[in-house]
Nanobody, 115 residues
Framework: QVQLVESGGGAVRPGESLKLSCIVP????????LGWYQQRSDNHRRWIAT???????NVLNTLEGRFTISRDIAKNTVYLQMNNLNPDDTDVYFC?????????WGQGTQVTVSA
């Protein structure tokens, strides 16, 4: 299995922001579209954002306007900017290819939003 490394999570208050990062092995970064996912409490992984190899982005419509996906090609890193966070955003966030590939994994990064 190939590991991706997520970071940037934390505990914040409603209305605050976080920027998550995911370092991706170069071979994967160059070959696939990449995305962010939420683990969800019921263990049903939810896709939330994609950035294609060509740089086209797509965000889950209910999160659009608050969440933005981007990348730094020189650093093989994908980002998720999350603004105006609310308690419903509390979850473990992790990155992977799009579509999801179970051969690639990361430990995820915990985001907790509470007053």
């Amino acid at each position: 299995q190939v590991q991706l490394v997520e970071s940037g999570g934390g505990a914040v208050r409603p209305g605050e922001s976080l920027k998550l990062s995911c370092i991706v092995p170069e071979s994967i970064f160059k070959a696939y579209g990449l995305g962010w996912y939420q683990q969800r409490s019921d263990n049903h992984r939810r896709w939330i954002a994609t950035i294609t190899q060509g740089g086209i982005t797509n965000v889950l419509n209910t999160l659009e306007g608050r969440f933005t996906i981007s990348r730094d090609i020189a650093k093989n890193t994908v980002y998720l900017q999350m603004n105006n966070l609310n308690p419903d955003d509390t979850d473990v966030y992790f990155c992977n290819t799009v579509p999801f590939n179970s051969n690639y994994w990361g430990q995820g990064t915990q985001v907790t939003v509470s007053a």
